[in-house]
Structures are given as C-alpha cells and as structure tokens.
C-alpha cells in the first residue's frame, strides 16, 4: 500500500484529525448524546469528525458498522476508522482480574483468556484493545494494582508477551485477531502514597531494572501500539517526555508502532504545570513523541499552526499519520473495513461453552488458597451448607475494568454451589452490604442463626468492585469493618466456616487470618465465580495460584516486595529483640503473605537441589536441578520458583530475583525433577553507568514453593 501516496493526497487539517481521537457517541446521532453536545465540549469541528482516524469505547457491532459506514461516505479520502477499547480481562466472558491471571503463573492460559477475549471483541468490531496493562505494583493502596499482572518484572514479562501473542495471533489480518495496545508507559504502577495520578519519582536506574522490562517483553513481542502514562516521571509528565517516547522507546529499543495518549492525557499537562495551555501541551506532547491524541483538542486546535510556525514538523505529522495507515493496513481494514463486526455473530460468539470453560479454568488457577486448617476441601454429604456475605449471591464479583461484561451473566456464588450441590440444602443470608462504610447490623443475626443451624459455611467477603480500579485509591486496606464484624459472628457460630476472600488488591487481613479457619483468595474472579468456587471449596480443583503480589501485614509496609535490598542494618531473621536496625516497632517487617506464596489441598517436598557446576563462564551455562515430589493424598499443581541473588555489586542487588518458575502437575506420590538454566544473561543488570551488564562474583541460586521458603546454593561468575 502507497501510504505517501495517500498521505499528500490529504490536507493538512485532514491529517491532524487522523490523528484526533474522541469517543463514538461523537459519530454515533443515537448513541444517546447528540453531535452537537460533545463537539462543542471539545469544540472540535464536524470537518474534523469526518476526516477521523480512529474512535474509542463503541460497545458493539451495530454501531461500529454503523459508524463506519457514514465515515467511509462522509471522508473525502475514504479511510477506515478504527476502532479501539478497554478489553482488559475478557469482553463479554470475564476472566479474573489480570492481578489473579498473574498468581496463575501460567502464560499458556492467559494466551488463551486473551485470544478468547479478542475473538468476543473483533465480532463487537473492535480492532484495537487498550491491553496489556504492565504496570510494575508494589502498593496495594493503588486501585490499579488490579489491571497488572503483579511485582515482578520477570513474571510481567513472561504475561506481557502472552497477552500480546493471546491478542494479536500470528496475523493481525486474521478474522478474530486485534491489535494490542501496552500501558501505561512508563510506571504509572508507582504513584506516591499510592493515589491514582500521582507523582513518580525513581532513579533511572530502579526504572530500567523493575518497571521497564514489562513494556518492552510486550514491544518485543510485536504489541503494535503504546500508551503513555497519566503520571510525571522525574518531574515530567510521560505524554510530554521525550527521552521516554524518543530516546528509549523510538531509539533504544526500535518501536515503530503508533503512541496514542490516555484519555485527555495531553490537555492534562496544563494541570501538571508543564505547559501553559492548549497550543504548549499540542506542541510538547506531538515533539515528545506521543501522535495520537485520545479525548482532548490540543492537536486538531493548535498542529497546524503550530507546524505554519515551524515549531512542529509536518514530516513528523506524516509519519505519525503513516503509522496510523499501517496499521489499519496490516489488520485488513483497507481490503474489509468491518472486518468481521457483525451483530448476529456478536451474540453466538459470546460466553459460548468453550469460553465459560476458560473462565472456569482461569478463576481456578488464580486463586490462592492461604489458609487452611483442614476444613477445606468440604465434605460433599453436607446436608445444610450456609452460603453468607455480601458477595454470596451478586455478579458484582467480575471485577472492575469488565467494561461490557455484565455482572447479570456471571454465576455468583450462591448459584454455583446450589448447581453443584443438588441433594444439599444451600441456605444464604446476605448479613451486611458491602460498602467500606457500611453499618447496618440489622442483618448479622439472621446470619449467625444460619451458620449455626448449617454443617459448614462459605463466608464470601471483601472488597466491592469498584474500590479498586482506575481513581480509586484507599488509605485503608482492611476488609469493611461491617464485615469483619460478621466474619467474627459467624466464624465463632460455626467454626466450620471457609471464607472466600473477594478483592481487586492485596489486603491487610492479619485479624481474618487468626480468626478464619480457611481463606481462598479468588480475587475477582470473573464470569464463572460460582462454578469455580463450588469445585474448589469441595475438592474437584486443587488451588494452585501463588501471590505475585505481596500481601502486607499491615498497611503501613505499603510499599513491600520481595525482590527488595538489603540496607546496611537488616533485621536479623530470629526471635530475639533487635535496635537500630531496619524495622518496626509495632509490626514484624515480613508480610502476612509473601510473593509466590500459596497453599495446596495437598503437600509438596523439594529435594536433592543440584547445580552442574559451581562455576559459570561467559559461554557456559549451569543446570539447576530440584526434585519436586506430591508427598499428599491427591493431585495437585506446583509452581517451582528459581531466584538469584548476586551477592556483591558495583550497586547493591535485590536479596532475590525470580528468574524461572515451572507449573507442573504431580499425582499423588509422584515426582519430577524440574531443571532451570543459569548464563551469564540472566545475571545481567543496570549498573549505575546505566549499562546492562553482569558482574562477575559470588552468586545464590534458589529454589523453593514460595519466596519466603527456598533452598539456597552458591555459584561464582568468572
Ligand atoms: C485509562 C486507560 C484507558 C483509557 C481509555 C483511561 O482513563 O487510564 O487505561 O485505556 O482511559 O478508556
């Protein structure tokens, strides 16, 4: 395809509003708000609606034809729209959140849950997808710690590249294949106090070697399209930071793809305090890099008088606008600019058998078992089981960011175990609402006279939906004090009482832990809650998820991690008292729950961990070796985690990197030997010259169930 061709065929207005992004019911007469009124919100001129390169947040089929169609007849140069959304975990069938796809630990299925969700949303006419979100987390305060995969920059990377490949295929041409879009460039994941905007602020240094790789596994693997973040970086806001979207993305790492801002991103650098008004943002964000302009008016206003003042350059322009055709070219949209949007399809398409099977299979796979004194799994001859909480018997549970999942589709709680359990009585209080600052306790007495007259209990409490996600920060991370209240009633009622934990974020949850006999993290499990619970709580699915995500003991160690340095005055890990050194006076420094932490209904033994050799060369590689034998009664998946710890550097080194990890499935008594392979690569690090090198030296290899439980050996680097 001639793209210069196309290119000087278009004005120079025609261009700048290539570039131009709004939302549909700016198209869209009867999607419910008039021309009119968006228009003149952004004053943006119907030439440049028609002459509209892309769009966002359509919501179906009917009306990105619809859409289209006018578009195709009202532009002078006849090119495809496109159309791009939040499809961030699963379109109509709902997938955990992607912080429980990260405890999964497994890139197979979220491959899966991404092609599946790409397949639901190209039938809805979506082309593009705002996804992966690879925010690096480490504070459970930010609301948005959901949308990411988790702490760990390996871990991220490994999902990152699965949700690019789950999404994209091997052909974006491909009928049910969409372009993907990562964000949010760069570490939106680490605002201050953990309020949603806020400032970041780090050496460059700690941004190349924990937030970075996340973004580049997903451009490395082809994702075609990258969104900077909201926040500053160092003092400048990343929509308008040059040396991130030129030096590094362009530059270092040969990003060819097209940089679309977030919502109103551009227009939002006047509040930073970074630019003076309109025509400063257009001109800083477009000479930074960033070429789409999503939701705000600074480029259709001010690019082309900026470009007549030679302040921007109108190759620069046509190259950003080539970007744009490009990528309508290589997902098919010149030769079918429907591509296979088709509302017929759209329905049957959708939360079809297969597609609430995966569902099914992600929810079991994310959640983490962590706590059980034996209670779990039930005993499936129960003649009354007490089905309690807020959460029981609601589709709420989906989690936010399900932008067109509908919590009516999903099976709740309540309704999974009643199928499960024909020849049970299922018997459900509600006992409170939901809300942090609920206090109606009108209901607890219902619901300990019910957890009393049951066999055993499923508590399912936590945190509603839309007290994580995008804006909603907390200072708090406990469970609503309504519902620790009904937690200690009806725990004390009958002790034969498991809690499902529903959150969209770690939570500080030391007194539930002392009190609840049994705790099975779902997170947000999405459109199959209820099935997945019922085969878990009783058995029919082994929990396997681990944390990839630390929950603290205590809201006041926000922000913790594993992968975290030593200090010069570590606390000595023993019993005794300890002054002047790195600690609390009022809570242990450990979490309550450490990353890749999560129990089994069975138990695992790692023995006879061997290196091949205690010494690596430049060109030669070690094996290391771990038997992981099922030493329970039942089958059951193990998440084999491998770390280093480089023991001296020109900079100190994380007490521990995970650099491998292996799912594997062990029958009762079985056992395998899973092997990782150290080179000199893996060692490599940013040293404060910011190069990327190893150094050579003292090494420890572990390996262990979680990264508070390894085994250790010692290797050199020479
Ligand atoms: C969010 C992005 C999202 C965009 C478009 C913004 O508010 O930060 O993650 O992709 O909206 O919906």
Not at 394 to 408: A, F, L
Not at 523 to 543: I, K, M, S, V
Request: hydrophobic content about 40%; overall charge negative.
């Amino acid at each position: 395809m001639d793209f210069k061709k196309i290119i000087s065929q278009m004005t120079l207005e025609e261009k700048v509003s290539h570039l131009m992004q709004v939302g549909a019911r700016f198209f869209k007469k009867d999607a419910g708000s008039l021309n009119t009124g968006p228009l003149e919100e952004l004053k943006i001129s119907p030439e440049n609606i028609k002459a509209a390169g892309t769009t966002l947040s359509c919501a179906n089929s009917e009306g990105m034809i619809a859409i289209q169609k006018t578009h195709l007849e009202e532009d002078r140069n006849k090119l495809p729209m496109l159309f791009m959304q939040d499809v961030i975990h699963g379109y109509r069938t709902i997938f955990p959140i992607p912080l429980g796809l990260g405890c999964s630990f497994d890139s197979e299925l979220v491959r899966e849950c991404a092609k599946m969700s790409a397949k639901e949303a190209a039938v809805a006419g979506v082309n593009v997808t705002f996804s992966p979100m690879v925010d690096l987390v480490r504070d459970a305060r930010w609301g948005r710690v959901m949308e990411s995969t988790g702490e760990d920059p390996y871990l991220n990377s490994e999902l990152a590249r699965a949700f690019v490949q789950g999404y994209q295929g091997d052909d974006l041409k491909g009928d049910y294949n969409i372009a993907a879009c990562v964000k949010h460039f760069a570490a939106y994941g680490a605002p201050e106090a953990g309020r949603d905007y806020n400032t970041v602020d780090m050496t460059e240094r700690t941004l190349r070697e924990y937030y970075l790789p996340g973004y580049h596994a997903a451009i490395e693997a082809g994702c075609k399209m990258v969104m900077p973040a909201f926040n500053t970086i160092n003092s400048v806001p990343c929509t308008g930071n040059k040396w991130l979207l030129d030096d590094v993305l362009r530059k270092e790492w040969g990003f060819d793809g097209v940089v679309i801002s977030d919502y109103d991103a551009w227009f939002e650098m006047v509040a930073h305090g970074f630019c003076s008004g309109e025509k400063d943002a257009a001109e800083k964000a477009f000479n930074a890099g960033c070429e789409i302009e999503m939701m705000s008016p600074c480029g259709v206003h001010y690019l082309a008088e900026l470009i007549a003042e030679g302040k921007v350059s109108e190759e620069k322009l046509d190259l950003a606008v080539e970007r744009v055709l490009r990528l309508k070219d290589e997902l098919g949209m010149f030769e079918n600019p429907y591509k296979v949007a088709d509302p017929v399809n759209e329905e049957k398409v959708a939360l079809t058998a297969e597609h609430r099977a995966i569902a099914r299979k992600a929810a079991e796979e994310s959640s983490v078992l962590l706590k059980n004194n034996g209670v779990l799994p039930l005993k499936k001859d129960l003649k009354k089981l007490a089905v309690i909480g807020p959460f029981s018997d609601t589709g709420n549970v989906i989690g936010n960011w399900s932008c067109m999942g509908r919590d009516e589709e999903a099976t709740t709680f309540l309704a999974g175990l009643r199928a499960y359990l024909p020849n049970t009585e299922v018997a459900y209080a509600k006992g409170c609402g939901h809300a942090i600052f609920e206090n109606d306790e009108s209901g607890l007495d219902e619901a300990v006279e019910l957890a009393k007259n049951s066999d055993a209990v499923v508590l399912c409490i936590g945190e509603f939906k839309f007290y994580s996600g995008e804006g909603n920060s907390r200072a708090d991370l406990s469970v609503p004090a309504i519902q620790m209240e009904l937690a200690r009633r009806v725990i004390k009622a009958n002790p034969n009482t498991a809690v499902i934990l529903i959150t969209g974020r770690p939570l500080a949850i030391v007194e539930l832990n002392n009190i609840a006999p049994a705790i099975l993290n779902m997170w947000q499990p999405g459109t199959e809650a209820g099935t997945a619970a019922a085969r878990l709580l009783f058995g029919d699915a082994n929990p396997c998820g681990k944390l990839s995500m630390t929950f603290p003991y205590a809201v006041g160690q926000v922000p913790i991690y594993y992968n975290h340095y030593n200090t010069g005055r570590p606390k000595p890990n023993d019993e005794g008292e300890h002054y002047y050194c790195s600690r609390y006076v009022d809570c242990p420094n450990a979490p309550l729950y450490a990353f890749g932490y999560g129990l089994s209904y069975t138990t695992f033994e790692y023995s006879d961990f061997k290196l091949s050799s205690d010494t690596l060369t430049a060109d030669s590689k070690i094996t290391a070796s771990v038997k992981v034998k099922n030493t329970g009664a039942v089958a059951g998946k193990e998440t084999v985690q491998f770390y280093i710890r480089d023991l001296v550097g020109s900079c100190v080194r994380p007490v521990m990197e995970l650099k491998g990890f292996e799912k594997i499935e062990l029958a009762a008594g079985e056992e395998k030997t899973v092997e990782f392979t150290i080179d000199e690569p893996m060692l490599r690090f940013w040293n404060a010259e910011i190069e990327f090198k190893s150094e050579a030296g003292d090494f420890e290899a572990m390996v262990g169930t979680s990264s508070d439980k390894v085994t250790k050996l010692t290797f050199k680097l020479v």
